[in-house]
């Protein structure tokens, strides 16, 4: 429930759409300072926040015009905290919150400033986004750098250098130097081989979000008009999953604000700790109160999952940190059965067909629908699919592999791109009987992205007039779901230009190179086509395209952040975890995420024909100590 845009005094602020918060919660809603706050699965982190921005704006604690930065690890959290705000705040409160992820934010840094950097580390105005790997680093140190020259090192030493050591600590391990390493050593010298190559040897300058962020972090330490421009602008910062965070994106928050009056609360969960491959740091917590000398500060609820999943998650919480407090759950259990258990299978075949019909028995039972359950695996979603979604078509219940690609992009990940986000309002505004919340969505995001003040009624009126006689010419011309591609092209081209393309790029940096926003609209209009194939009526292909009605299948990492009723990871053997060995630590806390989700329920499937369980032997361990059954299916 929103408020009015009215000063209140902080002694008489209350919580905003909710009952209370537990004491701690309020504490770090209140604070004055620094605070590391260590928020568990369920805990409440998004609404923490939101509150948190609530009092702060409501409160003039955060004094206009000064603003607060939000950034998160994903663009799901980032979009779902700006929308948390827009609920619990009025409009001109809200519009004070910058909510972006980190890549993003270091993008409109680089964007804005890059070209004040040192000649050496400028990249051109028109950069690509370059995705690295493994075989990319492979063929520019085996193929592409040459020798190095004698007077460095050998060329042993240079073979010496792993791929793992050369990206996270030799290219993107420490802050850049100004003029580049005075004496480098072989592995400096091969790293300042793709730093140039990438910026200046090329067509046009290509980068990977963690070299953007690096050069961010130098142009503000070289750039102090910049530096002090966002210390003034943002009175607190807020740091999402902070567990998550990487050196390159500690260095860049502590450049700009370590030793200011901008007050920073860091929010996760280091028991959650599942991107150590992506390069997150392994204790960004202790070096945050460290030099930021912050307090920390637990929450003890869960407010998502039932009283017994909360006991079995305490079990596998200890292994990875054995001083946590047991949480308190704040929900009742409303399965009857086990609300955890193993079920073992004699072949996948007989895997599907039983999970299917479990799962369609479920929602014909408890009135529940298709997107309460979510199917995790490991790894590699689309050999499972192959299996499963035939005998859950069978059972009348639509299974979507949210990890398979839509044209150049992953389904889940197209699904919060902004301009597919704002597309699919358009035509459910258009093209189905009852707008509901789309028309007043599309009004307040089109306001945005035109700069349209909310106070301003005149150029809110007129922008109504607009959008209305938009979709009304659009369902017009399209009174059908589209039949090709092309089709679904000229639709959704309609829809952008109505948006305004420049508009786009100018709010949300990501489109700005690399003709990103093209290769967003061919997805958006390959999976329009696709949906079409299957539906009939415009309301029907919509909620096909969104997946209203259909089982998501994803892996592990993608499901962070979400919840379902009932979770069934499938394919709890060595062939899936194979690496479990590799670091035990963080496949744990992955597992402890897969568990998580739940919020009644827990089903774990194995397969003698995938693989054995030996290997994986701690995680049924733990699974025994927590008293969870093993059931043969037949």
Same mark, same amino acid.
């Given at each position: /429930?929103?408020?009015?845009?009215?000063?209140?005094? *902080?002694?008489?602020?209350?919580?905003?759409?909710?009952?209370?918060?537990?004491?701690?919660?309020?504490?770090?809603?209140?604070?004055?300072?620094?605070r590391s706050v260590i928020a568990g699965p369920g805990a409440g982190k998004t609404e923490l926040l939101a509150q948190r921005a609530a009092y702060l704006l409501q409160t003039a604690t955060s004094p206009p015009p000064r603003r607060i930065l939000a950034i998160s690890f994903k663009r799901d959290a980032a979009s779902n905290l700006a929308a948390r705000v827009g609920q619990r705040c009025h409009r001109s409160h809200a519009a004070r919150l910058?909510?972006?992820?980190?890549?993003?934010?270091?993008?409109?840094?680089?964007?804005? =400033?890059?070209?004040?950097?040192?000649?050496?580390? $400028? *990249? $051109?105005?028109?950069?690509?986004?370059?995705?690295?790997? +493994?075989?990319?680093?492979?063929?520019?140190?085996?193929?592409?750098?040459?020798?190095?020259?004698?007077?460095?090192?050998?060329?042993?030493?240079?073979?010496?250098?792993?791929?793992?050591?050369?990206?996270?600590?030799?290219?993107?391990?420490?802050?850049?130097?100004?003029?580049?390493?005075?004496?480098?050593? #072989?592995?400096?010298?091969?790293?300042?081989?793709?730093?140039?190559?990438?910026?200046?040897e090329g067509k046009t300058s290509r980068l990977s979000f963690p070299m953007i962020g690096r050069l961010a972090e130098l142009l503000l330490r070289v750039n102090p008009m910049a530096r002090e421009a966002l210390r003034l602008t943002y009175s607190h910062l807020f740091m999402d999953e902070f567990q998550d965070t990487t050196q390159v994106q500690y260095d860049l928050v502590r450049t700009i604000f370590k030793g200011t009056e901008t007050v920073?609360?860091?929010?996760?969960?280091?028991?959650?700790?599942?991107?150590?491959?992506? /390069?997150? /740091?392994? +204790?960004?917590?202790?070096?945050?109160?460290?030099?930021?000398?912050? &307090?920390?500060?637990?929450? =003890?609820?869960?407010?998502?999952?039932?009283?017994?999943?909360? $006991?079995?998650?305490?079990?596998?919480?200890?292994?990875?940190?054995?001083?946590?407090? &047991?949480?308190?759950?704040?929900? !009742?259990?409303?399965?009857?059965?086990?609300? %955890?258990?193993?079920?073992?299978?004699?072949?996948?075949?007989?895997?599907?067909?039983?999970?299917?019909?479990?799962?369609?028995?479920?929602?014909?039972?408890?009135?529940?629908?298709?997107?309460?359950?979510?199917?995790?695996?490991?790894?590699?979603?689309?050999?499972?699919?192959?299996?499963?979604?035939?005998?859950?078509?069978?059972?009348?219940? *639509?299974?979507?592999?949210?990890?398979?690609?839509?044209?150049?992009?992953?389904?889940?990940?197209?699904?919060?791109?902004?301009?597919?986000?704002?597309?699919?309002?358009?035509?459910?505004?258009?093209?189905?009987?009852?707008?509901?919340?789309?028309?007043?969505? %599309?009004?307040? &995001?089109?306001?945005?992205?035109?700069?349209?003040?909310? +106070?301003?009624?005149?150029?809110?009126? &007129?922008?109504? $007039?607009?959008? @209305?006689?938009?979709?009304?010419?659009?369902?017009?011309?399209?009174?059908?779901?589209?039949?090709?591609?092309?089709?679904?092209?000229?639709?959704?081209?309609?829809?952008?230009?109505?948006?305004?393309?420049?508009?786009?790029?100018?709010?949300?940096?990501?489109?700005?190179?690399?003709?990103?926003?093209?290769?967003?609209?061919?997805?958006?209009?390959?999976?329009?086509?696709?949906?079409?194939?299957?539906?009939?009526?415009?309301?029907?292909?919509? @909620?096909?395209?969104?997946? !209203?009605?259909?089982?998501?299948?994803?892996?592990?990492?993608?499901?962070?952040?979400?919840?379902?009723?009932? #979770?069934? =990871?499938?394919?709890?053997?060595?062939?899936?975890?194979w690496s479990f060995a590799n670091d035990q630590i963080e496949a744990t806390a992955g597992f402890f995420v897969a568990f998580t989700r739940a919020k009644q329920r827990v089903i774990f499937t194995y397969c003698a024909q995938r693989g054995r369980r030996t290997k994986i032997a701690t995680l049924y361990a733990l699974l025994n100590k927590a008293g969870v059954t093993t059931i043969a299916v037949t």
């Amino acid at each position: /429930m929103a408020v009015l845009a009215r000063r209140v005094r *902080p002694e008489q602020w209350k919580p905003i759409g909710v009952a209370a918060l537990e004491a701690n919660a309020m504490t770090v809603v209140r604070s004055t300072d620094n605070r590391s706050v260590i928020a568990g699965p369920g805990a409440g982190k998004t609404e923490l926040l939101a509150q948190r921005a609530a009092y702060l704006l409501q409160t003039a604690t955060s004094p206009p015009p000064r603003r607060i930065l939000a950034i998160s690890f994903k663009r799901d959290a980032a979009s779902n905290l700006a929308a948390r705000v827009g609920q619990r705040c009025h409009r001109s409160h809200a519009a004070r919150l910058d909510s972006m992820t980190f890549d993003a934010f270091a993008k409109g840094l680089v964007d804005r =400033f890059g070209q004040a950097l040192p000649k050496r580390w $400028r *990249p $051109r105005t028109d950069y690509e986004i370059m995705f690295t790997s +493994d075989a990319l680093y492979r063929g520019f140190l085996l193929q592409e750098v040459g020798a190095p020259p004698k007077i460095i090192g050998s060329y042993a030493d240079f073979q010496a250098i792993s791929l793992r050591e050369f990206e996270r600590e030799l290219l993107l391990g420490k802050p850049l130097p100004e003029d580049g390493w005075p004496i480098p050593t #072989v592995g400096q010298w091969a790293a300042d081989r793709f730093w140039q190559s990438s910026l200046h040897e090329g067509k046009t300058s290509r980068l990977s979000f963690p070299m953007i962020g690096r050069l961010a972090e130098l142009l503000l330490r070289v750039n102090p008009m910049a530096r002090e421009a966002l210390r003034l602008t943002y009175s607190h910062l807020f740091m999402d999953e902070f567990q998550d965070t990487t050196q390159v994106q500690y260095d860049l928050v502590r450049t700009i604000f370590k030793g200011t009056e901008t007050v920073i609360t860091a929010v996760g969960d280091n028991k959650q700790q599942i991107m150590r491959w992506a /390069m997150a /740091m392994d +204790d960004p917590f202790a070096a945050f109160d460290q030099h930021f000398v912050a &307090k920390r500060t637990p929450l =003890f609820n869960n407010y998502r999952s039932s009283p017994e999943l909360v $006991r079995i998650q305490h079990v596998l919480a200890q292994a990875l940190d054995a001083h946590t407090v &047991k949480p308190v759950s704040k929900t !009742v259990g409303t399965v009857a059965g086990d609300s %955890c258990a193993i079920w073992d299978f004699s072949t996948p075949e007989a895997e599907a067909s039983s999970l299917a019909a479990f799962v369609a028995n479920e929602i014909k039972t408890h009135t529940l629908v298709p997107r309460h359950f979510a199917l995790l695996v490991r790894q590699k979603p689309a050999d499972y699919a192959a299996v499963l979604a035939p005998a859950f078509e069978a059972a009348g219940i *639509p299974l979507r592999n949210e990890a398979g690609f839509v044209g150049p992009m992953m389904l889940q990940e197209l699904l919060t791109e902004e301009a597919s986000r704002l597309v699919v309002q358009l035509l459910r505004l258009a093209m189905t009987k009852h707008a509901g919340r789309n028309w007043s969505e %599309c009004q307040a &995001k089109l306001g945005v992205l035109r700069g349209i003040a909310i +106070d301003d009624e005149p150029a809110q009126a &007129k922008l109504a $007039r607009k959008l @209305d006689t938009f979709a009304t010419t659009l369902a017009a011309a399209h009174p059908k779901a589209p039949t090709s591609f092309a089709d679904s092209l000229a639709i959704v081209e309609q829809a952008i230009d109505f948006i305004g393309r420049q508009r786009l790029v100018a709010v949300h940096t990501s489109y700005a190179q690399g003709g990103w926003l093209g290769k967003v609209v061919e997805a958006i209009s390959s999976h329009l086509t696709g949906s079409a194939t299957r539906g009939g009526a415009w309301s029907e292909v919509l @909620d096909i395209y969104e997946g !209203v009605d259909a089982i998501p299948l994803m892996t592990i990492h993608k499901s962070k952040g979400l919840e379902y009723h009932s #979770v069934i =990871f499938v394919g709890l053997d060595d062939g899936a975890w194979w690496s479990f060995a590799n670091d035990q630590i963080e496949a744990t806390a992955g597992f402890f995420v897969a568990f998580t989700r739940a919020k009644q329920r827990v089903i774990f499937t194995y397969c003698a024909q995938r693989g054995r369980r030996t290997k994986i032997a701690t995680l049924y361990a733990l699974l025994n100590k927590a008293g969870v059954t093993t059931i043969a299916v037949t």
